[in-house]
């Protein structure tokens, strides 16, 4: 009796275990994910290359005029605003001289207004024949050198009011201030050096290209940043300079991008840091795998692969192009169709495989 039933739980349990395998195996419906065909497509060829960052504008400021310093707004790695004021010298004696030449000009406009009559005057005088061909020399002589007199004063005011202007010191461009060479009261001289500073939005890449690469970068129609957030920055048409004599020993040669006139704190580009400059140099047909397809296991990508008992996963070689795409590199050929979405496929494909290790125990 006990043999009977035991044959019959040994039955129920093979059946059972039949029947598991049997909806294990079986293929899934076309309704429970589509299915991607890989398809050779045209895709950009880059020459990668590590560049460094360099201010294009980079430079000193140097005191144009003479002066005490009374006003320094700024301190080292400030940002500092195009037209700011970043020194300010005492103006006593400027003021003087200003007022001093603002004063001859106003003797000499007189003079010259005085002179331009008295002009006019000889001369319809000699026309009528009343005085002599000398006076009226002479007169034409007292006026060119009253107007001369004019020009030099007018000429005297504006230095001197640009000897005025000069006791502020205005940033040339907006950037950092990198060093600050004198302090607060100060007396600084024609040429003194005042201030260090570069210009955030004024950049460029240089970078070494090797020798087999020069033909390939020079037709290059497009370029691109990989910035440290993994990101790229399109550059598009590169202005590209490269210097026509290689480094004997490296077989290389300088190769200098200027960048559009941009701010790129946000893309953290800093004059010294160092980026990756990316240059289109043709294309190629490649096999592209959607990031939904890829399924990771630790550092292993797999695909479901479409079988004609039921999907497959396949272990694959891909390089990752941006967030939303792979790049196959072995592991598939064109014509196979995968899984679009691995992970809806996964939790179609896990009911079954629960109900066989249920069943098993």
Do not use: C
Request: avoid cysteine; charge should be neutral.
């Amino acid at each position: 009796m006990q043999m009977k039933e035991l044959g019959q739980q040994l039955s129920a349990s093979l059946t059972a275990l039949f029947t598991m395998l049997a909806i294990a195996i079986q293929p899934v419906a076309a309704s429970a994910t589509e299915w991607h065909t890989l398809t050779p497509q045209a895709q950009p060829v880059w020459l990668e290359l590590p560049a460094l960052v360099e201010a294009v504008a980079q430079s000193t400021i140097s005191a144009q005029t003479s002066g005490r310093i009374i006003e320094l707004p700024f301190d080292v790695n400030d940002l500092v605003p195009q037209g700011a004021v970043v020194v300010r010298f005492t103006d006593t004696e400027q003021k003087a001289r200003l007022a001093q030449a603002e004063a001859a000009l106003s003797e000499a406009q007189v003079r010259f207004i005085e002179q331009d009559k008295e002009l006019k005057r000889v001369q319809q005088i000699h026309q009528q024949g009343l005085v002599a061909k000398a006076a009226l020399d002479l007169a034409q002589a007292n006026f060119n050198a009253a107007k001369a007199r004019q020009q030099q004063a007018s000429a005297a005011a504006s230095a001197a009011k640009e000897q005025l202007e000069q006791t502020v010191v205005r940033a040339p461009y907006s950037g950092i201030l990198q060093q600050r060479l004198v302090e607060l009261g100060e007396l600084a001289t024609v040429g003194k050096p005042l201030l260090v500073g570069l210009s955030l939005e004024h950049l460029r890449l240089t970078a070494q290209l090797p020798q087999q690469q020069l033909q390939a970068a020079r037709q290059s129609n497009a370029a691109e940043l990989q910035l440290v957030n993994g990101s790229q920055l399109s550059l598009g048409v590169p202005d590209l300079t490269i210097a026509p004599q290689g480094n004997a020993l490296s077989h290389s040669f300088l190769l200098r991008l200027k960048l559009p006139v941009a701010d790129y704190s946000a893309q953290q580009l800093y004059p010294g840091s160092w980026t990756t400059l990316k240059l289109q140099t043709g294309s190629q047909q490649q096999l592209l795998l959607p990031a939904s397809a890829v399924l990771w296991r630790g550092e292993v990508a797999m695909v479901y692969l479409q079988q004609p008992s039921k999907p497959q996963l396949q272990p694959v070689r891909v390089l990752r192009l941006h967030q939303q795409q792979y790049q196959l590199l072995s592991g598939l050929s064109a014509g196979q169709k995968i899984a679009l979405d691995a992970q809806a496929m996964l939790q179609s494909l896990q009911p079954a495989a629960n109900a066989t290790v249920q069943e098993s125990k």
